[in-house]
């Protein structure tokens, strides 16, 4: 099946530890996206790349970390430095960077610092 | 600064009843504006993208309007079903950039 799987969908993290969130997508897009959710707040935009080799801070970069080594794939790593991890984390896809096209999301993954 | 601001932050209503949502915006230049449906601990599901040019769009019982002129839309679900409960949020997309928008969303609780 087509589509975008983010793994895992649950994870627990200590506090100073470094994570890796995974997000793969099969579509053929060239955009991807990173989100963060916080209950009661819109999504924001972590880090996006429009194109593989290529990514760009959003909104709360900070914190954060990414590649995009491959076209179908664009994991990030949630560092040690992120004050306040705890949310659920959103992968997204689109055909191009120029966002008149449709967005797919992933299912998403919990992290917890515990 | 490019804002999303959605009505009511949640609703109650009855099993086959309507309802409608709303979402003002004020992003410049305007490019699309799209309803997700958001399920609890998922991701967000498309329901419509709507361009400048389009006024109503369908999707099964859930029907989006578009006033670009007023910068507003809404999202009219019809005989709800216990299905329908969920977060619905309002997208919006400017001309040449490559992020979006987000409202933070109206929580709908279909109650039998």
């Known amino acids: 099946d087509g589509g975008i799987t983010q793994s895992p969908k649950y994870l627990f993290r200590k506090e100073g530890q470094n994570v890796t969130l995974s997000c793969e997508q099969n579509?053929?897009?060239?955009?991807m996206y990173w989100y963060r959710q916080d209950p009661g707040q819109g999504l924001r935009l972590i880090y996006y790349?429009?194109?593989?080799?290529?990514?760009q801070k959003g909104d709360i970069a900070e914190g954060y970390s990414v590649s995009r080594e491959k076209k179908e794939s664009f994991p990030l790593t949630v560092t040690s430095a992120q004050k306040n991890p705890t949310a659920f984390y959103l992968c997204?896809?689109?055909?191009?960077?120029?966002?008149?096209?449709?967005?797919?999301f992933g299912q998403g993954t919990r992290l917890t610092v515990v | 600064k490019n804002q999303v601001e959605q009505s009511p932050q949640s609703l109650i209503i009855l099993e086959g009843k309507n309802c409608t949502l709303q979402?003002?915006?004020?992003?410049?230049?305007?490019?699309?504006l799209r309803w997700y449906k958001q399920d609890t601990g998922r991701g967000p599901v498309s329901l419509t993208i709507?361009?400048?040019?389009?006024n109503t769009k369908s999707n099964g019982r859930y029907t989006a309007t578009l006033d670009a002129d007023t910068k507003q839309s809404s999202l009219h679900i019809t005989a709800s079903q216990l299905s329908d409960s969920a977060s619905y949020i309002c997208?919006?997309?400017?001309?040449?950039?490559?992020?979006?928008?987000f409202g933070k969303g109206t929580m709908l609780l279909v109650s039998p």
């Open positions: 997204a896809s689109s055909i191009s960077g120029i966002m008149n096209t449709e967005a797919f």
């Open positions: 579509l053929n897009h060239d955009a």
């Open positions: 790349s429009q194109i593989v080799n290529d990514f």
């Open positions: 979402c003002n915006y004020t992003v410049s230049p305007f490019s699309n």
């Open positions: 709507m361009t400048f040019s389009e």
């Open positions: 997208v919006v997309s400017a001309q040449g950039y490559s992020t979006l928008t």
